[in-house]
């Protein structure tokens, strides 16, 4: 709709003008909220599945137990009572929300089962986690970067997996990721370092991993105020927020003791014993397999091989490029000694600073339980992979624009309009976005969607997990599942292979037989050892991460396989017969 000049006289062409401009200036508000629920949904919609699809995991007994003893003392007010030792290694936060989400449900009907509820947090942090990166990302980064990340993570089956188990790891994540995109704004408005520092104690009180992005936190803001600051004009510098700083160093350490009742009767000696425990474990060593073998300890490059293994190439090779590129970026501008290019050299800083931090801090963890141990480093790895994509394709339109027209355009890397309308047609500017928005989604789409409980899944250098990365999915009840469908005979004996209380037997109504009660009715079950002598049961269940440690299947049954549980080219578990004529 036009409106002429010469026609504003007119008191309704003064109406829709007020209009037009109010639409013109509310648009962009309410696309990004659209866009951030939209990604909400879409982040939900795989995990909620997953949760529901998937058999309980060792660790996710320990946790739930753990959540509903927590509950219980501290609604009881018993805090001095030695239960809260259970799990002390990890603090109670996550643990406790698990706990009070069970609680709610039991007092509604049990309208779901212990254990999907128990994976409720995980399931909404883990959502969150995909809205935040956009609604925080878009600012520092622009929609593009911050939409495209946000995609790829939503669909990665790595973080889907994980978000769909009863696990402290993505609530841990969700939070000190928010924190450390919060630090941008914080820039101008100072009163968002209170929140952060809410953020990252409650990431703490997750689990203790989360200080290990502390550091970067810190280097960007010392880095900025010291040497990007100064060189903007004296009127334009944000001033120095000393107050805000003193508050967000006092309120951090106090929001950390609030939310963790586990030490309030003995704060730092009983901090001190669980920070003990953590620097006695990585000093014995966790028997991991990786990179083909299994270890005690694992090198400081294994942070690299698990990303390269859990992303798409097409995500690290991109990362891997901004990493070598921005640095360049950040040395020409201090040599310039201009104010041209501050915005850009502030955020390439903002993103090479978090995401090389963290590769440095979390190398340092030489004990890998699982692959978990890494999720913070999605995150700022797929935003720097996007970001990387953004500047190839950049330099590819530049290319093809001097070879055509002998006059080479530039588009600004961190804008939306800009990217999807480099040269003025805006059929290649989407043509441009879908290519973006392909190469960072549809990788992680394809595995997603072709890999069975997700967890098996491998990027294009590797062919499943079976000898690169320790298969963390037992597949207990899935294979009892088809043993059921497949064998006629009832109550026949199982052995379900797995290492001392892997089925959580002693954990007091909380273990993998209170979570398949269906399948301890159809069947004789059993927790077995490896290295049990006597293994006379009519089938087994071994899991593959036994193999990989070396707990190999006996040279007796070696020959009796009849099925392997797989998630793509990943096998989770292998189901054994003593006589394969009764598998039908």
Not at 305 to 319: D, E
Not at 445 to 458: I, M, P
Not at 485 to 497: F, M, P, W, Y
Not at 529 to 554: A, C, E, F, K
Request: net charge positive.
């Amino acid at each position: 709709m036009n409106v002429r000049i010469d026609n504003l006289h007119d008191e309704g062409a003064l109406h829709k003008l007020d209009r037009m401009q109010i639409v013109r200036r509310y648009t962009p508000t309410t696309r990004d909220v659209l866009i951030t629920l939209a990604l909400m949904i879409l982040a939900l919609i795989p995990r909620i599945i997953l949760a529901r699809q998937l058999d309980v995991v060792t660790d996710e007994i320990v946790y739930i137990f753990g959540g509903k003893t927590d509950f219980h003392l501290l609604t009881h007010w018993l805090i001095k009572e030695n239960l809260w030792s259970y799990n002390y290694e990890h603090p109670p936060l996550v643990k406790l929300i698990i706990g009070l989400i069970i609680f709610l449900n039991m007092h509604s009907g049990a309208l779901l089962s212990e254990l999907q509820v128990a994976r409720v947090p995980s399931i909404i942090f883990g959502s969150l986690l995909i809205a935040a990166i956009y609604r925080f990302g878009r600012i520092p980064f622009g929609r593009v970067i911050a939409l495209g990340a946000a995609l790829c993570l939503a669909f990665s089956p790595w973080l889907v997996y994980f978000s769909a188990l009863a696990y402290l790891d993505m609530t841990m994540t969700a939070l000190i990721t928010i924190a450390y995109l919060l630090l941008w704004p914080a820039i101008r408005w100072p009163q968002l370092y209170l929140l952060i520092a809410v953020l990252v104690a409650l990431a703490a009180d997750s689990k203790y991993t989360a200080a290990l992005a502390i550091p970067g936190m810190l280097l960007f803001t010392l880095y900025y105020y010291l040497l990007l600051r100064p060189r903007l004009p004296q009127e334009q510098q944000p001033t120095i927020p000393w107050r805000w700083w003193l508050l967000a160093f006092v309120l951090c350490p106090l929001t950390f003791l609030i939310a963790d009742p586990a030490i309030w009767p003995r704060p730092i000696p009983l901090l001190l014993h669980s920070f003990l425990y953590e620097w006695n474990h990585a000093s014995e060593g966790h028997l991991t397999f990786m990179a083909g073998a299994a270890s005690l300890h694992m090198p400081q490059w294994t942070i690299l091989y698990i990303l390269f293994a859990k992303f798409s190439l097409l995500v690290t090779l991109p990362a891997l490029f901004f990493l070598l590129f921005a640095p360049v970026q950040l040395v020409r501008f201090h040599l310039a000694r201009t104010q041209s290019g501050y915005q850009e050299a502030a955020r390439y800083a903002f993103l090479f600073i978090w995401l090389l931090s963290m590769l440095l801090m979390f190398s340092r963890l030489t004990i890998v339980v699982g692959t978990h141990y890494h999720l913070p480093l999605a995150p700022p790895l797929v935003l720097a992979g996007a970001t990387g994509l953004v500047i190839l394709l950049r330099y590819v339109a530049i290319a093809a624009s001097y070879i055509h027209t002998y006059n080479p355009v530039r588009f600004d890397t961190w804008k939306w309009r800009s990217v999807c309308g480099w040269d003025g047609n805006p059929l290649h500017g989407k043509l441009l976005a879908s290519v973006l928005i392909t190469a960072l989604v549809v990788p992680h789409a394809l595995g997603l969607a072709t890999t069975y409980g997700a967890e098996g899944y491998a990027s294009e250098l590797f062919g499943g997990e079976n000898t690169s990365l320790q298969v963390a999915y037992p597949g207990y009840r899935d294979g009892l599942f088809w043993l059921a469908d497949h064998t006629s005979a009832q109550r026949a004996r199982v052995g379900l292979v797995g290492l001392e209380n892997a089925l959580g037997g002693g954990n007091y109504g909380t273990s993998w037989y209170t979570y398949n009660g269906d399948l301890a009715a159809r069947f004789q079950l059993t927790e077995v050892h490896p290295d049990d002598y006597n293994l006379s049961y009519d089938y087994l269940v071994w899991p593959m991460h036994l193999i990989q440690r070396g707990y190999t299947i006996p040279p007796a049954w070696q020959t009796r396989v009849v099925h392997t549980i797989t998630g793509g080219a990943t096998i989770y578990c292998y189901i054994l017969a003593r006589n394969p004529a009764t598998i039908r």
